[in-house]
């Protein structure tokens, strides 16, 4: 018997919309939102296609209203595990597995925090 994708997943996954910067093997960072995250996991859009495989690295801000606390910057390397059709809008869904992170610390550095505002402006 096999089991649908719902029911493989070890973590509960969250709806979480996030702006996070993701920067892809070889590339620019990219800004996205997230759909949801999980401890192991995360799901977004890109504007491009990849991979399953491809390795990435991405960055987003946990809000207070989420910490319960400060606001809390991680970076996680992940890898492709899968890649949804383009939707009408060409946005490709990439699902990710979260192979490593790190917590960042605020160094009084903004371009991270500017990028942020103009991604949230802009959409």
């Not at 207070?64 to 059709?85: C, G, K, N, Q, Y």
């Not at 790190?102 to 802009?122: M, V, Y």
């Amino acid at each position: 018997m096999q089991l649908n994708s719902q029911e493989r997943r070890m973590m509960r996954r969250f709806d979480m919309r996030l702006p996070a910067m993701v920067r892809l093997e070889g590339t620019d960072e990219v800004q996205t939102e997230t759909q949801n995250v999980s401890a192991r996991g995360v799901f977004f859009y890109l504007d491009r296609a990849v991979s399953a495989g491809t390795k990435l690295e991405v960055t987003l801000t946990f809000p207070p209203h989420v910490t319960l606390t400060d606001a809390v910057r991680v970076r996680f390397s992940a890898r492709v595990i899968r890649v949804e059709s383009p939707l009408p809008s060409a946005r490709v869904g990439t699902a990710a597995v979260i192979e490593d992170y790190e917590f960042l610390r605020s160094n009084g550095n903004t371009d991270f925090l500017s990028a942020l505002k103009e991604f949230k402006a802009g959409n």
